[in-house]
């Protein structure tokens, strides 16, 4: 015999249970319409995978999950998909879901299934991807998809496996009459769960208000390693972390889950539509609720097709309707009042409860907090209620985290002592959902602060890339220009040409500019300097070494000696002539003015002539040209100056040749025309 | 040593008080330089309160410019909209300051919007990607733009610059997902609580 723990605070409210256990299960039969909505459980909704006038037939898929922490959804019934749409559907805040509206066509007609003859040949993941096909969520209350929670890592020892049918809440017995009549299916159900995640023992917690229930699932478990834990009465013992507590005196930490600390728990419906999804292989689209309150005939539990509106269920009841009139899904203690009457039973739907006025009176108004602290001790989490009261009213967050308030399992029992008729749960819920919104809120904050700041450094890098880019070339164009000074213009005719061309346009801009031309010619003259002065020492190094370079280094100092005598008497000449260029000088003219005009003025020259005069005058130039190369030539050949300089004379000479050849001919050809 | 001090009390007592000062000194000195906090740390926990929506309404170029300015020159604390009251609350509450109403010329408090670009209207110019300070719109130059709705922050930087007018900011729909319970009025009498053990007012009565 199991010992049995007890866990802190709890209340004993009127049962009323056996209301609604006069009666066995009744099958609720088809409805005309059915509501299937998307999104009925925790985790993301499923996504339609049919199509409005499509024909779907009685466990046909007719929504896919989306992502792992989701289920699907399947036809309860044969018929014709109506409209998919949205819809109200049993949530406190009276919004529509998109739903799958299907209207049925009376044939309940099967989709071909097939269920599994013996599950322990079958791989766990096949089993476990069967349970998720099948569309199971958790049917106690919160509606967490099982195959999730079932989904152990096999580094996870799991040492006990729990099955809750506790089922403390006031009203409800649709556990308690499973156990009665379905006590077979839900060993059957817990076999499975066994094979699944192989627990060192396997319990069925029952709480001792229902003595036939206890005894049909004693008989049920006779030759199996299931064992019956029998408890007493009290609310709310069927919370998870609760009924953990009175099975293994354990306690699951707080933030943390069963499996910390070993422990699965699963509701007894969901072991029956397990059951039935592997064994059957039909997907869970009926369930077992109750119908009750002093407001129905006849309370009992159905046996009904998931999307079946309520209204049609406690019709079925003998529903009478009254002033103020509530429906409301779930219990009394944890459930909510429904909007309204049409919408559809989901897979968390234990209980519809329709209590009249005097059955459930609206409470008195809320009186001040008498500090009593009878919620303390009513409490079954062992939280403080009344400083949570307080904290949630002056909205300190920090302080209700402190306090623990994500351990307050919502089971109400804190309002239903306080004398003073305090909504406490309300406050909590609304404080929870303030600081998961406000967390969330903060992460998403810190997340575009780091998007931010990343975007910040990116255009920070971007602009130093471009900045070293533009230092890279400016860099490069300086050591050519270096380079080119450095080298001696005679040396190399194509570096030389470039000097030119540059020290021209350094004139050109320096006479733009209005600088002094005097400087441009002292510059020379220091750089002829300059350019002798290494000459001179190349020359020394040489004689010294006894290169055969001697000789072609030694005409070389000469000339640039002679180059600097040039760039001297310019120099003196350009000074002499300094006071009367400057009084020639037209003020603030542009040389480039100047130059295109001249180009322009020539142009118009060569317009104006004649073909024949155009072809002569060509002639002419180029022979002036080529006289010119001519004569360099021979300077440079008289001067022994390098082959390559040479060279390229000569072949500018025959080029020029050539091209007083061609002149020649188009003069002629003028001519003659 | 025990003669030292008994002949010369004062001397006795003040080199041992100068050389506590000294030893204590050099290791306050010590940990200053190697216990250093880089930065203000007040920056960083203004930071922290602010939105982060960058969306530039106090007049800085993002909340840490903002942060930085509330830290080092005094600059008001209600100038952020998107913050709110509860920022400003926040706000004040960390720096021990008087908590002031919102500034009315940096913009009202609204509800959280999301930038959403009529793709068919973009004409690809990509100056809202220029200007979007979280890097939330996708697309290239003749391509159509779109917003990543999950890291918009609903600052209306991308507005403006749009020469096409294509892009609207959508407050946040109520939803199932952002559904939440509210704190109860303590005046309504309307209760969700179902049970209690309270008896019925009439039966009370009687």
Redesign the interface.
């Known amino acids: 015999m199991r010992k049995i723990f007890d866990f802190h605070g709890g209340i004993y409210p009127p049962e009323n249970k056996e209301q609604s256990l006069r009666s066995g299960i009744r099958d609720a039969g088809i409805p005309p319409q059915l509501i299937i909505p998307l999104s009925q459980h925790i985790g993301a909704a499923s996504t339609p995978v049919v199509a409005v006038g499509e024909r779907v037939l009685k466990g046909q898929l007719i929504a896919r999950a989306e992502g792992f922490v989701s289920v699907p959804q399947h036809a309860p019934t044969s018929g014709t998909v109506a409209a998919i749409e949205d819809r109200l559907i049993a949530h406190p805040s009276g919004f529509t879901s998109p739903s799958i509206v299907i209207d049925s066509d009376g044939l309940d007609e099967w989709v071909a299934h097939e269920g599994v003859a013996d599950y322990t040949a079958v791989d766990r993941a096949d089993l476990l991807q069967r349970i998720r096909d099948a569309g199971i969520a958790g049917m106690g209350g919160a509606g967490f998809p099982s195959a999730v929670k079932l989904s152990v890592g096999p580094e996870r020892h799991v040492k006990t496996l729990i099955l809750n049918g506790t089922e403390c809440e006031p009203y409800i017995t649709a556990d308690a009459i499973l156990l009665r009549e379905r006590a077979d299916r839900i060993v059957e159900g817990t076999r499975i769960l066994q094979h699944l995640i192989q627990p060192d023992e396997t319990v069925i917690g029952v709480e001792d208000n229902k003595p036939e229930g206890i005894a049909a699932l004693r008989e049920a478990v006779q030759g199996t390693d299931i064992e019956v834990a029998v408890f007493p009465t009290k609310y709310p013992s069927g919370g998870e972390k609760q009924l953990i507590e009175i099975l293994t005196g354990q306690q699951v930490p707080s933030g943390g889950l069963p499996i910390d600390v070993g422990i699965v728990c699963q509701n007894l419906g969901t072991a029956v539509a397990i059951r039935d999804a592997v064994l059957d292989g039909k997907p869970l689209i009926s369930r077992v609720t109750t119908v009750t309150g002093e407001a129905v005939d006849d309370p009992q539990n159905f046996d009904v097709l998931l999307g079946t509106p309520m209204r049609y269920l406690i019709d079925l009841a003998g529903f009478r309707p009254g002033k103020k009139q509530r429906l409301i899904m779930g219990g009394p203690m944890m459930g909510v009042t429904v909007p309204d009457p049409d919408v559809p039973v989901v897979k968390v739907t234990n209980c519809i409860l329709v209590p009249t006025a005097q059955e459930l009176p609206t409470p008195p108004p809320a009186q001040a907090c008498i500090r009593c602290g009878m919620c303390a001790e009513a409490c079954p989490a062992s939280l403080l209620p009344q400083q949570l009261y307080w904290f949630a009213q002056g909205k300190e967050h920090e302080k209700l985290e402190q306090h623990n308030l994500f351990d307050c399992i919502e089971c109400g029992a804190c309002s239903f002592v306080c004398p003073s008729n305090i909504p406490l749960v309300q406050y909590y819920r609304a404080s929870k959902a303030e600081i998961v919104k406000m967390r969330a809120d903060h992460d998403r904050a810190e997340a575009s602060r780091a998007r931010f700041e990343a975007r910040q450094e990116r255009l920070a890098r971007e602009e130093a890339e471009k900045e070293a880019k533009r230092a890279a070339r400016k860099k490069a164009a300086e050591e050519k220009a270096r380079l080119a000074a450095q080298s001696d213009g005679a040396e190399d005719p194509v570096q030389a040409a470039i000097e030119r061309a540059k020290a021209k346009k350094a004139a050109q801009q320096a006479g733009a500019e209005g600088v002094n031309e005097g400087d441009a010619l002292e510059k020379a003259v220091a750089s002829a300097r300059k350019r002798l002065d290494t000459a001179q020492l190349k020359l020394e190094e040489a004689q010294q070494s006894g290169s055969d370079l001697v000789d072609a280094l030694a005409s070389g100092v000469e000339k640039t000696r002679a180059k600097l005598e040039k760039a001297e008497q310019a120099l003196a000449a350009y000074q002499g002539e300094q006071p009367q260029a400057e009084a020639a000088k037209t003020p603030a003219v542009d040389p480039a003015k100047v130059a295109i005009e001249k180009a322009m003025a020539a142009r118009a020259a060569q317009a104006a002539l004649s073909p024949e005069e155009k072809a002569r005058q060509d002639l002419e130039k180029l022979e002036q040209r080529l006289a010119k190369t001519r004569a360099k030539l021979e300077d440079s050949r008289a001067a022994g100056e390098e082959a390559k300089i040479i060279e390229a004379l000569d072949a500018t000479v025959a080029r020029l040749e050539e091209k007083i050849a061609g002149a020649r001919e188009a003069a002629g050809v003028a001519e003659e025309t | 040593m025990s003669d030292f001090i008994t002949q010369y009390p004062l001397l006795a007592a003040l080199l041992a008080l100068v050389s506590l000062g000294l030893g204590f000194g050099a290791l306050l000195g010590f940990a200053a330089v190697r216990f250093r906090t880089e930065g203000n740390p007040i920056v960083e926990q203004i930071?922290e309160i602010?939105?982060?929506?960058?969306c530039g309404q106090c007049g800085y170029p993002?909340?840490?410019p903002y942060a930085e300015a509330i830290a080092n020159t005094d600059e008001a604390i209600n100038k952020c909209p998107p913050g709110g009251e509860a920022g400003i609350q926040a706000l004040a509450d960390l720096l021990d300051v008087e908590a002031i109403p919102l500034d009315e010329e940096h913009g009202e408090e609204k509800a959280k919007a999301v930038a959403y670009i009529r793709e068919a209207e973009c004409i690809g110019c990509t100056k809202c990607i220029q200007a979007c300070?979280?890097?939330?719109i996708l697309g290239a130059a003749k391509q159509m733009h779109t917003v990543i709705t999950s890291?918009c922050?609903g600052c209306d930087l991308c507005v403006e610059p749009c020469p096409v007018d294509c892009i609207d900011m959508i407050s946040e729909q109520?939803?199932?997902r952002s559904?939440?319970?509210?704190?109860?009025d303590?005046v309504s009498?309307e209760?969700?609580?179902?049970?209690?053990?309270?008896t019925?007012?009439?039966e009370r009565a009687a």
């Not at chain 2, 602010?50 to 960058?54: A, G």
């Not at chain 2, 559904?179 to 109860?184: A, E, G, I, S, V």
């Open positions: 930071n602010l939105p982060q929506t960058q993002g909340c840490r300070p979280v890097d939330a890291e922050t109520a939803s199932l559904w939440q319970w509210t704190l109860p303590p009498r209760v969700t609580i179902i049970a209690t053990d309270a019925n007012p009439e």
